[in-house]
């Protein structure tokens, strides 16, 4: 079983940048063949989607209101997937999950409920201050 670990949360300003990683561990579908994703969840709203990666050559998509902002990538010598977040606002307050579809067949499902993704992690919270 895959297991998704998030890190690199914490309090900003706003206008400020802030770098997420996840890194999965654990038995299973080989880290380099699924697609993996960001989502977010702010105080009394539901959970969105923000970024997604595809397994090679590493396709990315964002959420319209991430677009330019935000920046996703893989390593798969480290099993690991980062969000590089520029120009925050304080409404990008959030916990962000890293997730990972493990039975698509590597690229994004974007048609797909929550892309896909069946695996996730538990969090890390991102705080914006204005």
């Known amino acids: 079983q895959v297991q998704l670990a998030e890190s690199g949360g914490g309090v900003v300003q706003a206008g400020g940048s802030l770098t997420l990683s996840c890194v999965a561990s654990?038995?299973?579908?080989?880290?380099?063949?699924?697609?993996l994703g960001w989502f977010r969840q702010a105080p009394g709203k539901d959970r969105e989607f923000v970024a997604a990666?595809?397994?090679?050559?590493?396709?990315?998509y964002y959420a319209d209101s991430v677009k330019g902002r935000f920046a996703i990538w893989r390593d798969n010598a480290k099993n690991s997937v980062y969000l590089r977040m520029n120009s925050l606002k304080p409404e990008d307050t959030a916990v962000y999950y890293c997730?990972?579809?493990?039975?698509?067949?590597?690229?994004?499902?974007?048609?797909?409920?929550?892309?896909?993704?069946?695996?996730w992690g538990e969090g890390t919270l991102v705080t914006v201050s204005s």
């Open positions: 654990g038995s299973g579908r080989i880290f380099s063949t699924y697609a």
């Open positions: 997730a990972a579809d493990l039975t698509g067949p590597g690229q994004i499902r974007a048609g797909a409920y929550n892309y896909g993704m069946n695996v």
């Open positions: 990666i595809s397994w090679s050559p590493g396709n990315t």
